[in-house]
């Protein structure tokens, strides 16, 4: 069973930045695809960000140029660089891990852009 524990999120007044971590337990991060999502009260869970195991990155248009995503295999963990952050990206963040057909999900951190 994989576990995944986000740390790093916070209150941030805007043109702010954070920096969100997830650390996996086991031995498949690096054979993984991972991501982080989030999800504003009332709204649907998007994609974020996303590190394929080539180190292939996408982003979400709203956060292109703000946002980067990296990975730490020897330290089976993921990071996700938030930059120039606005009021809409007040949400809960949550890591996935995608390996061999199957996900897995963080409990998220809550990340709120307030003056």
């Known amino acids: 069973q994989v576990q995944l524990v986000e740390s790093g999120g916070g209150l941030v007044q805007p043109g702010g930045s954070l920096r969100l971590s997830c650390a996996a337990s086991?031995?498949?991060?690096?054979?993984?695809?991972m991501g982080w999502y989030r999800q504003a009260p009332g709204k649907q869970r998007d994609l974020v960000a996303q590190?394929?195991?080539?180190?292939?990155?996408t982003y979400a248009d709203s956060v292109k140029g703000r946002f980067t995503i990296s990975r730490d295999n020897p330290k089976n963990t993921v990071y996700l660089q938030m930059n120039s952050l606005k009021p809409e990206d007040t949400a809960v963040y949550y890591c996935?891990?995608?390996?061999?057909?199957?996900?897995?999900w963080g409990q998220g951190t809550q990340v709120n852009v307030s003056s």
């Open positions: 590190s394929t195991i080539r180190d292939i990155t």
């Open positions: 086991g031995n498949i991060f690096r054979s993984a695809t």
């Open positions: 996935r891990l995608t390996f061999a057909s199957r996900d897995y």
